[in-house]
């Protein structure tokens, strides 16, 4: 009986909505008594997490951690991503259809709010639950890291996707408690610093556990050293963007530093794999099957899905890719064009010869997920680094990430003050990241980019705090909680 009540609960919360994840039991009614029960709780979305979003008993769809590319990398994260163009769209006879005229205009409407309230719901349940079940210290200790880190993550994603950078008043609602009465509860956005509280409470419940228990292979995921260390990473350097605040970029440096000795032998730093190697192993897809964890460059799901979207829509542009890669990146080739194009010189290359070389008979093996790629560390301790005003290190990060991405006696310069690092940090993380998940998306938002785009006399213009690089909150969710604020300019559009 209990365990078939799990798998009804599991299944309810995969369409509930931010609100509604709060009626999950009557207040004061408990749902375990012992770790054991709980453990089966989160084990079964654990199972689900790692079989790539799917239930095998059933045909529903769980809300996956992750960001499907098959919809978001296509119709959001690459509409304005100022690396790509719409060659294909404008050399076609057809006009351009309402949709598509749509995608060049704003981001494709996606209801990512409602997953990821769906997942904090589950990670308050199993918090509350797991701090008063009766159990083996190391059991709770497990289940409480494993769902902190967890529901920081789906906070902090909700506040990138959510949240303009240029008002702070206006960030998510914060909620982790599951028996409070609704007509008690405060569903209404509250302000970013209250987000980054929440945020960084749960890390540091983490942190404490990480430091005394040893997590369990069998049922930990993100209660990881290195999921910690890189996602602390990732939510400082994004704080520090918006706050400038010195002590932010110290920890992002901090913990990126961290992530990149971890895994090293004798605590010597892991250097990002090369550009051959990562290709071989990620781009190539000798890794067909879901796997977490195996290879410490790349500590995120690589999906058994293949998508032809850099193929149809939309292509790397050819001359971005002749402004940004210099002759010497190891990148321009690699990851770009077929070897029989290799020394080809660049005045001869076409648009159709630089789709980047994840290109396996017309298709692109697309990673499924966190982008946590240590590679991303490096980049992240290079610019905290120089941002928290130690340049000499900044300087040395760089020339080390120059080594592996560059051939050996390219002529680089070495930028010597703290923005001209990070802007230098900025292109590297554009050549470096190229159609992997949110990341380029992210950092127009965080580093202010504006973008044009045109296709067929269809013109779009991103400015540079455009009401765009937020999300909307969805009208199902704005149906039923009158308290919420709305971003400002998605009043016109219709959110499905």
Known sequence: MKKARIILLLTALTFISCKKFLEIEPIGAKF?????????????WLYNFKSNGQFTSSSIDAPPPWIPLQFSFENTFTAYADVWNF??????????????????DRAVLRNDWRRYYDLIGLMNLVIAEAKTASGTAELRAQLLGEAYIQRAYYFFKLLQYYAPLNDPNLGIVIHT???QDLAHANLQRQPQAMAYNQIISDLAEAE???????????????????WFLRISAQFYLWKASSTNNSEDWQK??????????????????????????????????????????????????????????????????????????????????????LPTKY???????????????????????????????????????????????????????????????????????LPNTAKDIQHEVYLERKREFIGESDILWLDMK???????????????????????????????????????????????????
């Open 252 to 337: 992002a440096a901090s913990y990126a530093k961290q992530a990149i000795h971890n895994t090293g032998a004798g605590g010597a730093p892991t250097l990002p794999y090369t550009v051959e190697k990562l290709k071989t192993t990620v781009f190539y897809g000798s890794l067909t099957e879901t796997v977490t964890g195996i290879y410490p460059e790349t500590l995120y799901f690589i999906a058994n899905r293949i998508d032809n979207v850099l193929n149809t829509k939309w292509t790397y542009d050819l001359d971005v890719w002749k402004e940004l890669y210099k002759d010497g990146d190891l990148r321009k080739t690699n990851w770009f064009l």
């Open 446 to 496: 965080r580093f202010h980019i504006a973008n044009k785009r045109s296709a067929q006399n269809f013109h779009a213009t991103l400015t540079n705090d455009d009401w765009r690089y937020q999300f909307p909150i969805p009208d199902d969710e704005i149906k039923a909680n009158p308290t919420i604020v709305v971003n400002p300019g998605w009043s016109d559009a219709t959110n499905y």
């Open 32 to 44: 375990t008594t012992e770790l054991t029960a709980v453990k089966s709780i989160l084990g079964a």
């Open 177 to 179: 408690d599951i028996y």
């Open 343 to 413: 020394n080809a010189p660049s005045e001869t290359i076409l648009q159709s010869d630089i789709n980047p070389s994840r290109k396996i008979s017309g298709y692109i093996y697309q990673p499924q997920a966190f982008p946590l790629r240590l590679a991303e560390q490096w980049l992240i301790w290079t610019e905290a680094s120089a941002m928290a005003g130690d340049i000499t290190t900044a300087q040395e990060q760089l020339q080390t990430w120059r080594s592996l991405r560059y051939k050996e006696g390219t002529s680089l310069s």
């Open 208 to 226: 404490k556990l990480l430091g005394t228990y040893q997590p369990k292979a069998d049922y930990n995921i993100m209660f990881n050293k290195d």
């Open 87 to 104: 060659q294909e769209w404008n050399n076609r006879s057809t006009r351009l259809t309402a949709t598509e005229k749509r995608i060049l």
